[in-house]
Nanobody, 126 residues
Framework: QVQLVESGGGLVQAGGSLRLSCAAS????????MGWFRQAPAKEREFVAA????????RYADSVKGRFTISRDNAKNTAYLQMNSVKSEDTAVYYC???????????????????WGQGTQVTVSS
């Protein structure tokens, strides 16, 4: 099984930037679609971004499109989420996840992602 560990969270001012990392161990992520989700207090976990395993095609939630960028480095077995122009509504626990299905489409549902990290807190101050 693959283990996922997020890092890079913290406190950032509105308008600032943050880069989250997701380090994988136990298995290579080269055949996994990697995704980022987030969960704010008293809210459902929601899709943020995902990047496909075969062609690096990426999908984004409308709320982050143009501000966040997902990437991956298979040689380092790591996925990233670059967060720019952050807003107070981006405050949440951010989770990294892996979709093992090798689907050619980029899934956005939590149900499609079998492996999850423990999460990293991102707090945006206004």
């Amino acid at each position: 099984q693959v283990q996922l560990v997020e890092s890079g969270g913290g406190l950032v001012q509105a308008g600032g930037s943050l880069r989250l990392s997701c380090a994988a161990s136990g298995r290579t992520i080269s055949t996994y679609t990697m995704g980022w989700f987030r969960q704010a207090p008293a809210k459902e976990r929601e899709f943020v971004a995902a990047i496909n395993w075969n062609d690096n095609n990426a999908r984004y939630a409308d709320s982050v499109k143009g501000r966040f960028t997902i990437s991956r480095d298979n040689a380092k077995n790591t996925a990233y989420l670059q967060m720019n122009s952050v807003k107070s509504e981006d405050t949440a626990v951010y989770y990294c996840a892996a979709d093992h299905s090798m689907a050619l489409v980029v899934h956005t549902s939590t149900a499609d992602f079998a492996s999850w990290g423990q999460g990293t807190q991102v707090t945006v101050s206004s």
